[in-house]
């Protein structure tokens, strides 16, 4: 068999081959996965998406800040935890700050924060929680721990004029304990919990 002959019988073979995976790996794989999706797990293959009154309010999975348009907390509203994530919970940006536990810079910001979360909820430096200081390392995290929930109550509940009490009660039920009791810490989602006291609030 000539030379010639082998290789193009070889070339036909790859050609058949690259044709068969693509159709198995890059079509049919990928749509079995998405109609598994969309079946077992419909709410989680599709972003999350948590809606009020049957519009989209954001995702459970990307946290968002409570902010006005010059970045300074809105009083009314449960806080999320700092974010480096380009502007803030920028999905595009997904990153932590990068700075290290002795960098100057990363100690002034927690410094900064931790002075500006006591001033806002009116109390002793020393009692605001660590995840009122330091983003997450995705700068998406849509949750933070009961401590920092539970230290925005009086604040939240003077500006709505609710009880304190009732919103409190709010953030308990707002806790999401341990994975199967014993993976991670307990947390607070922040969407959810402010969409919970628009609720409270009516």
């Known amino acids: 068999m000539s030379t010639a002959r082998t290789s193009a019988r070889q070339l036909g073979v790859a050609v058949r081959a690259v044709g068969v995976l693509t159709l198995a790996l890059g079509l049919a794989y990928p749509l079995a996965v998405t109609g598994v999706g969309q ?114 109550v009086n604040r939240v509940a003077a500006e709505r004029g609710l009880d304190p009490a009732d919103v409190r009660a709010l953030v308990d039920s707002a806790v999401q304990e341990r994975g199967a009791g014993v993976l991670g810490e307990p947390v607070v989602n922040v969407l959810k919990l402010n969409i919970a006291l628009a609720e409270l609030d009516t």
Request: proline share 8%; net charge negative.
């Open 39 to 152: 079946v077992v797990a419909n709410t989680q293959a599709n972003g999350s998406v948590v809606s009020v009154n049957g519009e989209p309010a954001g995702s459970a999975l990307i946290g968002q800040s409570f902010t006005d348009a010059d970045g300074a907390a809105l009083p009314e509203w449960f806080q999320s935890r700092p974010s480096a994530a380009g502007d803030g919970y920028d999905g595009g940006a997904s990153s932590g700050s990068n700075l290290g536990p002795t960098n100057p810079d990363l100690a002034a910001a927690v410094d900064e924060r931790r002075a500006a979360v006591a001033e806002l909820e009116e109390v002793a430096p020393e009692q605001v929680p660590a995840d009122a200081l330091t983003a997450s390392s995705s700068g998406l995290d849509p949750h933070i721990s009961p401590d920092y929930a539970l230290l925005q």
